[in-house]
């Protein structure tokens, strides 16, 4: 502000006879109230007037409301024709030549400074101040801050509190204050120092204020705390829906009063559709949050498409990949709002008072997802463009969390979809035991693990239960889990006993480990718990390979665990595998699980496993409802790892459905053998296999007698299908072979195979049994 100077004419008897406008400034008085006074009473009651006849000096005025305004004055005498003074001219002094520089200074400086008096009138106020209060500078000399003031000027009003403060207690006050410029639409942020200006005496004569415009740093401290905030809460979890949430919840209300995130149904995993209906983009609605409750504001409900037409935001945003901004009055944001008023959903005068947009795709890793539309309704600060640049950054942020998400839930459904299908979908029940069974998948974010179970049915009507876990998630470890379980089944065909089985099954992970070196050779780890029951002798037989021992519930005891060596894991290689042989009465309960079943944060294995043994315990209706019984009392709310449970009841084949015969080696007893075998058909009401029953049991004893040895037994079992076994004391294994026209024998085994349902061999420990099955009439 430049400095304008008062001036004032007294006459010779001292009294006021002219008066600037400057002058009615500076005291407040107009000069219809000072001309013809006596200029002595416009001076403060305790100084003495002055001499006029000094050029220049202080004087200390009395303002019109009471106050005292010290100046520096300057005399002129205005002389008569006898050169005497007929009056004089009073201003006010100019800064002297060597203050001029310190004085433009302050005019000119950047920052908004003031002076007050004690009062909290203006008596300086540089250029920048004027500029900020949008008034000429001259305007304010004299002036009550506090009659600047409009209603309701908040920032204002705790700037005239300050003032006040400082004037009464010494003390400089320093804070930070928002205001908003009439001529602008944006905030600004001020950060304002007040200090007292003091007398040589030490007494506060005046307060001097500097404000500095902080509002770029001010929102780039803004736009770095929103951007820190969303590094940390969006993509808390690998959900798609929950992350396009997350980004709203950052973004709402601190950078938008309305938000919609709408993705291309291919992220979703839904059947793709095209992403164009004619010109206009076609999208899912998969999250919309606003500063109103119930957020009146969109124009689609969740999960339903939205179409952006091709002139729309946020398809040019997608177009032109990069943030559209758009305000009220610009065609294509009218246009925009005109199309949401028109579609019926929501409520139009929600959407009244939106002023500007920023649309913004979502793009990661070169592939576009969707895109996010930021609104601003209630926050009167349009968006700018350094808006734009944070809009980006934080959908950036976001789209690499909903793609990862993505990713994930594309391997989880992969891996899931692998997974079931390796496992049994449905497992008929032997006859020997009663099953359950249930799989429950991680809820971590580290995806499925290679968890299994099997039921496989075994000669002689025994059953193989079979429980193991591949370490490691994902589908490396469901491929994994599907090697083994088929190789357990394999091995389960060639009727090894549990410890051998275990055995080779440790070397073909090994293998399998050695096959992968350098390439993730710990996702080839696994443990195994393999059992087989035999109903006949009621005798289960197990072996584990770093497994969890099973818990069993006897019909005539309580749940425990079973005794035995958990054995090394899988892939360890050169350490041996012990079996375990165990009698269980009729009707016994055997549960095999997975580790995830027992084990949970916070919880050890022997507290999870007495929980099991507890839950087992529990008298359910059937096995299919004491699975989830147990599920429910054992499983922790959210399990860490997957979890497999396989309940088994035992049954019992009486003496009533098996019959077995001493054979002596004399082939003259093959007709008693034969006939035996047709008696005991008789006696079970099965006349009609007796020709086939009869021509396996001659094929398999005389086999028996000629190329094995004793002891020899024959054995047949009744249960859904006719079992017929032979045993002997050798252990080479028999085999097929295509005789020719003239041989005389090698014809048997093909005719077994050919009339039976099914045949083989295993190995017992006195040597062999070939056993052949015919399914029973209808």
Known sequence: MEQVAAAAIIDARGTVAGWSEAARRLTGYAAEEVVGRAAQELLADDVSPPALTAPTGTVVLRHKDGRSVPLCVSVCPVLGADAEPQGFVVTTVPEAAEALPVAQAFEQAPIAMSVFDTQQCYLRANNRAAEILEVEGYTLLGRNFADTLSAGDEPGLRFHRHLRQVAETGLPVHYESQARPASEGRKHTWTIDMWPVRSGSGEVTAVATAAVDNSEQYWARHRLVLLNEAATAIGTTLDVTRTA????????????????????????????????????????????????????????????????????????????????????????????????????????????????????????????????????????????????????????????????????????????????????????GPVALEVAHRYVPSGSTAGFGGDWFDVIQLSGSRVALVVGDVVGHGIRSSATMGRLRTAVRTLADVDLAPDELLTHLDDLVAHLAADKAGDEVAELGATCLYAVYDPVSRRLNLAAAGHPAPAVLPSDGSARLVTMSAGPPLGVGGLPFEATEMELPEGSLIALYTNGLIEGRGRDLDCGAADLCRALEVQQESLDALCDSVLKAVLSEEPGDDVALLLARTRALGADRVATWDVPADPAYVATARQQAIERLARWGLEETAFVTELVVSELVTNAIRYGGPPIQLRLIRERSLICEVSDGSSTSPHLRRAHAFDEGGRGLLLVAQLTERWGSRQTDEGKTIWAEQPLPD
């Not at 938000?259 to 291309?264: E, K, N, T």
């Not at 640049?389 to 899931?416: G, H, K, P, Q």
């Open 245 to 428: 949430e997350e980004l709203l919840e950052v973004v709402v209300p601190r950078f938008a009063d309305f938000g919609s995130v709408d993705l291309f149904d291919w992220v979703l995993g839904k059947d793709e559709r095209p992403m164009k209906r004619g010109n206009a983009l076609v999208m899912n609605r998969v999250a919309h949050r606003s500063v109103t409750e119930g957020t009146p504001e969109a124009a689609v409900r969740l999960g339903e498409d939205d179409t952006y037409a091709h002139h729309s935001p946020p398809a040019r945003a997608l177009r032109e990949c990069r943030a559209v901004l758009r305000r009220a009055g610009e065609p294509d944001f009218d246009r925009w709002l005109r199309e949401r008023n028109t579609r019926g959903v929501g409520d139009p005068a929600a959407r009244e008072g939106a002023h500007s947009l920023v649309a913004v795709q979502l793009k990661a890793r070169d592939t576009t997802l969707g895109c996010a539309v930021f609104v601003r309704i209630a926050n009167p600060d349009p968006y700018a463009a350094d808006d734009t640049v944070l809009a980006e950054e934080l959908a950036s942020r976001a789209a690499v969390c909903i793609d990862n998400a993505r990713r994930f839930e594309r391997e989880r459904s992969t891996a899931l979809a692998l997974q079931h299908s390796l496992l049994p979908s449905g497992l008929a």
